[in-house]
């Protein structure tokens, strides 16, 4: 079975230029999550979604960010405009709905911004 | 208070100990406890899950889990240099529509040959 896909694996791009980063989720799961990663302060949750529906965007750090998920299989994490504090590791995960379920991560995109 | 606390580590073990790995949470109301496995430049992996108080054991691993006193441990027995990696803790939380992994921030693991 396909896990977790992310796109791009690896984006280099200078400050100021628009980062688009592309998730899908495992076929069935019905809950989808956006994380960041750094040394500095670890896994952190930017947003998830519900049945599409985004539920808790309180991760998001600032308006530069935004997401969407415009049906059940495919989910973006866009940043605009980038700046280098945004060089980390996105991780995108999905989870069947119902609670008390594990997430299943994607291999993530390593994000660097010159 | 962070809501999910582990050590940060490195803690090492020589080949073949047991590694014993811990974790304390801050809500109560936690019901599902998950422990993730990540390799340098890798996605963190599921290794085990627990849900009830006591142990529950996977081959080498066992997930032991306290409610009363908000704790949950890993311990990985005959540990081996592969077992080398940064071992996640996180906590579920859940109720309404509020379906979420609070992570802690990790512990390097580090099996000495």
């Known amino acids: 079975d396909a896990g977790v896909i992310q796109s791009p694996r690896h984006e280099v791009t200078e400050m100021g230029q628009e980062v688009t980063l592309r998730c899908k989720p495992i076929s069935g799961h019905n809950s989808l999550f956006w994380y960041r990663q750094t040394m500095m302060r670890g896994l952190e949750l930017l947003i998830y979604?519900?049945?599409?529906?985004?539920?808790?965007d309180s991760g998001m750090p600032e308006d530069r960010f935004s997401a969407k998920m415009p049906n059940a299989s495919f989910s973006t994490l866009k940043i605009q405009p980038s700046e280098p504090r945004d060089s980390a590791v996105y991780f995108c995960a999905s989870t069947p709905r119902g609670g008390n379920q594990p997430q299943h991560f994607g291999d993530g995109t390593r994000l660097s911004i010159l | 208070q962070k809501e999910v606390e582990q050590n940060s580590g490195p803690l090492s073990v020589p080949e073949g100990a047991i590694a014993s790995l811990n974790c304390t949470y801050s809500?109560?109301?936690?019901?599902?406890f998950f422990w993730y496995r990540q390799y340098s430049g890798k996605s963190p992996e599921l290794i085990m899950s627990?849900?009830?108080?006591g142990d529950k054991e996977d081959g080498r691993f066992t997930a032991q889990l306290n409610k009363a006193s908000q704790y949950v441990s890993l311990l990985i027995r005959d540990s081996q240099p592969s077992d080398s990696a940064t071992y996640l803790c996180?906590?579920?939380?859940?109720?309404?529509?509020?379906?979420?992994?609070?992570f802690g921030t990790g512990t390097l693991l580090a099996v000495q040959p």
């Open positions: 996180a906590v579920g939380i859940y109720g309404g529509a509020t379906n979420k992994l609070i």
């Open positions: 809500d109560r109301g936690s019901q599902s």
């Open positions: 627990i849900y009830s108080n």
């Open positions: 979604f519900n049945n599409n529906v985004p539920i808790d």
